[in-house]
Nanobody, 123 residues
Framework: QVQLVESGGGLVQAGGSLRLSCTAS????????MGWFRQAPGKEREFVAA???????YYADSVKDRFTISRDNAKNMVYMQMTSLLPEDTAVYYC?????????????????WGQGTQVTVSS
C-alpha cells in the first residue's frame, strides 16, 4: 500500500512560481510511475504531468513549457516546479502513483492518491 503526502501549495500572484512536493511511503518507489492531477471547483479532475520510473516525462498541453515534473528515487519524492502561473491553474493538486505508467498518462487514473494541496493563483 502506497501513501502519498503533498506539500507546497499556497497563494501566488499570476506570473509567479510554486514547487509542489510529494512524499511517498509504503512501496518500492522506483517501480511506480508518479503523476500530478488537479481539480478546479466545478470541474472534473484533469491530468497535469507524469514521470515514469526511467524519468521520461509527460505533460498536459496546458502546462507544457511552464511546469516541470521530477523525481528523486533516493528520497522517495516527486516534485512539480510550476512557473508562469495563471489564474486558471487554480485547483487542488493531487499526487498520484501507479505501477502502470499508461494508467496515469492515457487513462488519467491511478491506483494511489494523496489528499491534495490547494494552489490559488490571483490575477
Amino acid at each position: 500500500q502506497v501513501q502519498l503526502v503533498e506539500s507546497g501549495g499556497g497563494l501566488v500572484q499570476a506570473g509567479g512560481s510554486l514547487r509542489l512536493s510529494c512524499t511517498a511511503s509504503g512501496g518500492t518507489f522506483n517501480t511506480y510511475a508518479m503523476g500530478w492531477f488537479r481539480q478546479a471547483p466545478g470541474k472534473e479532475r484533469e491530468f497535469v504531468a507524469a514521470i515514469g520510473g526511467s524519468s521520461l516525462t509527460y505533460y498536459a498541453d496546458s502546462v507544457k513549457d511552464r511546469f516541470t515534473i521530477s523525481r528523486d528515487n533516493a528520497k522517495n519524492m516527486v516534485y512539480m516546479q510550476m512557473t508562469s502561473l495563471l489564474p486558471e491553474d487554480t485547483a487542488v493538486y493531487y499526487c498520484a502513483a501507479d505501477r502502470v505508467r499508461a494508467r496515469l498518462t492515457a487513462l488519467h487514473t491511478a491506483g494511489y492518491w494523496g489528499q491534495g494541496t490547494q494552489v490559488t493563483v490571483s490575477s
